[in-house]
């Protein structure tokens, strides 16, 4: 079969479910052949068409040229042409990002909206031209930078409104079909340079592997198919140990220690878990050290923290006011949390608050980091002028707390020990002293 019927084929193996009578295909046109490729074989196929062509403004005139050189194939094809300019270096800068990744997110951004919008009255689909050699290149990228299964299953035929027909094809196949065609198209000199990961894959590693292997990409293409079928069934496995494991309040997810040290494979789930927050695969180990390390140590990513907190490690949001969990470290002066404000300020004032909104505490005693959480039964402290331990629940009936209002309460601990019931009562264990040398003052501000 030639490209073209093999296109065919792939189609109704895949995306049988759309047809030249009830879809309209947007094509994301850079420009190059393989995307020049794409266009005449839909073109071909008979579908209705249009094609969306971004300018990043990167490469000075060759983008300009980029541009015009994709409005004239619109015209050549009879289709509409859409195109929007972006100020990709203001806007990676902006959001202190590489300019790959700005891009890349500019583009799908806008894809998005078009579709959402100007063609919105119609099926859409967004059409991009990735084939077989950018699979490969994505799973060795994904090898290398270190990955769990879903990154060896590679690029996938769909993603919701995103399809890329072209994966069944090789580089060299597409380059044949232009040259047979007479198709022209223009060449991106940024994909020369391999400054660029993926690029010095593409113009280094694969030919150094070629050489060795001859029939490299042929195996690791077959091999992806594999580990996409593979992945079905580990996730079923997975989804069965998420479900043992992870209880979600809020939107922190709780996991008991003891569990999660019985499970097998413990590097493997715990990776699982802890990736869709922000955590890499090199931080797999540090996670799992939590399980048998004391209480208030934790991990951080770029938006989470697993904190240990006796029993239980607790995935929470970094200082969102909405997390249930928050750590305090040392130094730190203000923390924002669902009730208000929490203001941390060390003094040698050893004069004891007379104030529920206030606690001054012996620093002495105290241990960092303290940890800021909504009260749970079982919780027990040593209310101020008594030398018995009392349950919170019962100390917060003695109190006449109503039921809305226990749903509000918070403590602060240090090394699994209650220091306040924030608002209501201090730790005796931490009271000032006639000995006291340094306080820790902590006050509550709240919006009413």
Not at 45 to 65: K, M
Not at 121 to 130: D, E, G, I, P, V
Not at 305 to 323: D, F
Request: with cysteine; proline share 3%; charged share 25%.
């Amino acid at each position: 079969m030639n490209l073209q019927e093999k296109f065919q084929q792939y189609w109704k193996e895949h995306f049988y479910q759309l047809s030249s009578a009830n879809c309209h295909l947007v094509l994301a046109v850079s420009g190059g052949v393989d995307s020049v490729v794409l266009a005449d074989l839909v073109f071909n196929a008979g579908f209705q068409l249009s094609i969306a062509h971004c300018n990043f403004q990167l490469r000075g005139e060759e983008s300009e040229r980029d541009e015009g050189f994709v409005r004239s194939l619109g015209e050549k094809y009879g289709v509409e042409v859409f195109v929007k300019r972006f100020d990709t270096l203001q806007f990676a800068e902006q959001n202190k990002i590489g300019i790959q990744e700005a891009a890349r997110s500019l583009r799908y951004n806008w894809f998005t909206d078009l579709l959402n919008s100007k063609l919105k009255t119609q099926n859409c689909k967004l059409l991009t031209a990735h084939h077989a050699d950018d699979n490969i290149e994505t799973v060795l990228f994904n090898i290398f930078r270190g990955t769990g299964m879903s990154g060896l299953h590679g690029i996938l035929p769909q993603q919701g409104n995103i399809i890329r027909p072209l994966l069944f094809a090789k580089r060299e196949d597409i380059l044949a079909y232009a040259k047979e065609n007479q198709l022209s198209w223009v060449e991106d000199s940024s994909n020369e340079s391999t400054k660029y990961s993926r690029n010095y894959i593409r113009h280094e590693v694969l030919p150094m592997l070629k050489q060795i292997f001859p029939s490299v990409t042929d195996n690791i293409s077959n091999s992806i198919e594999r580990w996409r079928e593979g992945e079905a069934l580990y996730n079923q496995a997975l989804a069965q140990h998420k479900k043992k494991l992870c209880e979600f309040k809020g939107n922190e997810v709780h996991i008991p220690v003891l569990k999660l040290q019985r499970s097998i494979p413990l590097k493997t789930i715990t990776f699982e878990i802890i990736k869709d927050f922000g955590f890499s695969s090199a931080q797999t180990e540090d996670v799992v050290g939590l399980l048998e390390s004391e209480s208030g140590k934790y991990v951080s990513s770029a938006t989470h923290r697993i904190i240990r907190n006796r029993n239980w490690l607790i995935i929470a949001p970094n200082q969102s006011t909405e997390a249930h969990t928050i750590l305090i470290e040392k130094g730190e002066k203000k923390i924002c949390f669902s009730e208000g404000i929490l203001n941390i300020e060390p003094s040698f004032d050893c004069r004891p608050s007379t104030v529920d909104q206030i606690a001054t505490l012996d620093l002495a005693d105290i241990k960092f980091p303290l940890l800021l959480r909504k009260w749970k039964q079982g919780d027990y402290f040593y209310p101020l002028g008594m030398k018995k331990k009392k349950k919170l629940s019962r100390f917060l009936i003695d109190q006449k707390v109503s039921i809305n209002d226990k749903e509000k309460v918070w403590v602060i601990e240090s090394n699994k020990k209650i220091l306040w019931v924030v608002g209501y009562r201090i730790d005796d264990r931490f009271k000032i002293t006639p000995s006291t040398k340094e306080v820790l003052k902590l006050s509550l501000q709240t919006s009413s």
